[in-house]
């Protein structure tokens, strides 16, 4: 069965511009942005994949979307460690981290769109897309597009400690390591 977004999901429409970082995103499970060329807000559900005319038979369509499991700042050296001598090596990169690959039912091709640069759309517009300018968000729903996107930029920002290591440690053994005594007297 394939899975498509759930109606309320923020997804940001992605151009990859080669099968070989398709490739990296189905194997190894993450997707690269230039930070210099980012869209303003990354915390989205899903991205959807817009395909180049680098992928001959497969050229401009949508026809993969992945879940959005976080993101963190890298260089691309760090990304691309056979790249070093590449000159964009040491510029900063957001690096997604994703779920699988999913195929969507039916692609979505470009019709007269060719050249695509990260847009924002919902899982409701992506579900009933049959071209790309099907997934543009009608000017009416824009407001509530940007406020979740902008709710989301804020909680993105703020930093959260999920199931904290929670364990004892003998007092002898601090006492060892770091010469902590417990004191034993009365606190006055």
């Known amino acids: 069965m394939v899975?498509?977004?759930?109606?309320?999901?923020?997804?940001l429409v992605a151009v990859i511009?080669?099968?070989?970082?398709?490739?990296?995103?189905?194997?190894?499970?993450?997707?690269?942005?230039?930070?210099?060329?980012?869209?303003?807000?990354i915390a989205v559900d899903y991205l959807a994949f817009?395909?180049?005319s680098a992928f001959k038979n497969d050229r401009w369509q949508i026809k993969y979307v992945a879940q959005v499991k976080g993101h963190e700042l890298t260089t691309r050296a760090e990304l691309l460690?056979?790249?070093?001598?590449?000159p964009h090596a040491d510029q900063e990169y957001y690096k997604i981290q994703l779920g699988p690959l999913t195929p969507l039912p039916k692609p979505i091709p470009a019709g007269k769109w060719r050249r695509i640069?990260?847009?924002?759309?919902?899982?409701?517009?992506?579900?009933?897309?049959?071209?790309?300018?099907?997934?543009?968000?009608?000017?009416?729903e824009?407001?509530?597009?940007?406020?979740?996107?902008?709710?989301?930029?804020?909680?993105?920002?703020?930093?959260?400690?999920?199931?904290?290591?929670?364990?004892k440690i003998d007092p002898a053994v601090l006492e060892e390591i770091f010469s902590i005594r417990e004191n034993t007297e009365e606190y006055k």
Not at 22 to 35: F, N, Q, T
Not at 81 to 86: M, T
Not at 151 to 157: G, N, P, T, W
């Open 3 to 11: 899975s498509t977004p759930p109606e309320t999901s923020l997804v």
């Open 17 to 41: 511009t080669s099968p070989n970082d398709l490739e990296i995103a189905r194997v190894l499970g993450w997707y690269r942005i230039p930070i210099r060329s980012a869209p303003k807000v």
């Open 50 to 52: 817009y395909q180049t």
């Open 81 to 86: 460690k056979d790249q070093l001598e590449h």
């Open 117 to 140: 640069t990260f847009f924002y759309t919902t899982g409701a517009y992506l579900n009933k897309a049959k071209t790309v300018n099907d997934l543009v968000v009608a000017s009416n």
């Open 142 to 167: 824009r407001k509530t597009l940007w406020n979740a996107l902008h709710e989301r930029a804020s909680d993105s920002q703020k930093y959260y400690v999920e199931n904290p290591l929670e364990f």
